[in-house]
Antibody, heavy 121, light 112 residues
Framework: QVHLVESGGGVVQPGRSLRLSCAAS????????MHWVRQAPGKGLEWVTL????????HYADSVKGRFSISRDNSNNTLYLQMNSLRPEDTAIYYC??????????????WGQGILVTVSS | DIVMTQSPRTLPGTPGEPASISCRSS???????????VDWYLQKPGQSPKLLIY???NRPSGVPDRFRGSGSGTDFTLKISRVEADDVGVYYC?????????FGQGTKLEIK
């Protein structure tokens, strides 16, 4: 059974950094692309970033490009999201999701429970 | 970016009756391989989203066959053949054809 557990969230001041982790189990982690999707309080879903199965390719939403960085450690079945220069509008629940394939054009097939990031002074 | 527009934004559902949600994309989601790269997700209250339909009309294992996705190009529909009380939540369409992948605004299903 696929299991995704996010960690690393919390309250951070504007301009500071935070790194989220997503521990994966129940599937061959190195065989699938991975996504981060976020949801601001009371709002809809926003796709944030995607990384290919081998980690060689990454793509970002314009809203986070140049500030966020996605990476993965296939030996430890863990996905990361490094968030720099955080802004109040980055306040959201962040979900990691397993892609349905190895790279692009993949559905968010399985989702974690999400982790809250609050950017506030 | 591809814009996904859902309607209605709120859907009153009656148990046992059908319901449908429309999703329109600003560009065709039909790939040269013949598949439409549109998904449907359900986020029940207080839960993470869950994939209901992928690539236009495919149901992951465990999703009841009451849920059906259809459409092609720019017009897509999610149909629930018989609404149940457990179907309440917000339904989202998402296009996976182009980066950035984009979601619709969501449709909230409420039970009458």
């Amino acid at each position: 059974q696929v299991h995704l557990v996010e960690s690393g969230g919390g309250v951070v001041q504007p301009g500071r950094s935070l790194r989220l982790s997503c521990a994966a189990s129940g599937f061959t982690f190195s065989g699938y692309a991975m996504h981060w999707v976020r949801q601001a309080p009371g709002k809809g879903l926003e796709w944030v970033t995607l990384i290919s199965d081998d980690g060689a390719n990454q793509h970002y939403a314009d809203s986070v490009k140049g500030r966020f960085s996605i990476s993965r450690d296939n030996s430890n079945n863990t996905l990361y999201l490094q968030m720099n220069s955080l802004r109040p509008e980055d306040t959201a629940i962040y979900y990691c999701a397993r892609g349905s394939g190895a790279y692009r054009s993949t559905s968010c097939y399985n989702w974690g429970q999400g982790i809250l990031v609050t950017v506030s002074s | 970016d591809i814009v996904m527009t859902q309607s209605p934004r709120t859907l009153p559902g009656t148990p046992g009756e059908p319901a449908s949600i429309s999703c329109r994309s600003s560009q065709s989601l039909l790939h040269s391989n013949g598949y439409n790269y549109v998904d449907w997700y359900l986020q029940k209250p207080g839960q993470s989203p869950k994939l209901l339909i992928y690539m236009g009309s495919n149901r992951p294992s465990g999703v009841p066959d009451r849920f059906r996705g259809s459409g092609s190009g720019t017009d897509f529909t999610l149909k629930i053949s018989r609404v149940e009380a457990d179907d309440v939540g917000v339904y989202y369409c998402m296009q996976a054809l182009q980066i950035p992948q984009t979601f619709g605004q969501g449709t909230k299903l409420e039970i009458k």
